[in-house]
């Protein structure tokens, strides 16, 4: 059973950095890719970034590039998303969501996950 739980996630004020964690149990760490997402109060989840099985893909939202670096560390079976120079606009609860998937094409869509976690709140105050 694939089992995905965040970390990491907290208060912060603007400029500051965060790192969240995703830790990825079940089958083979290296047969998913994984996102991230983030959903703030009334809004829809959106995609915010995603790395391929083997980490040699990534993509970003337009509006984290060069703020935001996914990685993975395949011996923890974690994925990391570190969070730099943010804004209170990047508030929100933050999920990571994974796919049994070994192609170079990202998935932005939250219905082309099959597995997420329960999320993780980012508070930045101005």
């Known amino acids: 059973q694939t089992q995905l739980v965040e970390s990491g996630g907290g208060l912060v004020h603007t400029g500051g950095s965060l790192r969240v964690s995703c830790a990825v149990s079940?089958?083979?760490?290296?047969?998913?890719?994984v996102g991230w997402f983030r959903q703030g109060p009334g809004n829809e989840r959106e995609f915010i970034a995603h790395?391929?099985?083997?980490?040699?893909?990534?993509y970003y939202a337009d509006f984290v590039k060069g703020r935001f670096t996914i990685s993975r560390d395949n011996a923890k079976n974690t994925v990391n998303l570190q969070m730099n120079s943010l804004k209170p606009e990047d508030s929100a609860v933050y999920y990571c969501a994974a796919k049994v998937y070994s192609g170079i094409y990202a998935s932005k869509s939250p219905y082309d996950y099959d597995y997420w976690g329960q999320g993780t709140q980012v508070t930045v105050s101005s």
């Open positions: 790395i391929s099985a083997t980490g040699e893909y990534k």
């Open positions: 079940g089958r083979s760490f290296s047969s998913y890719a």
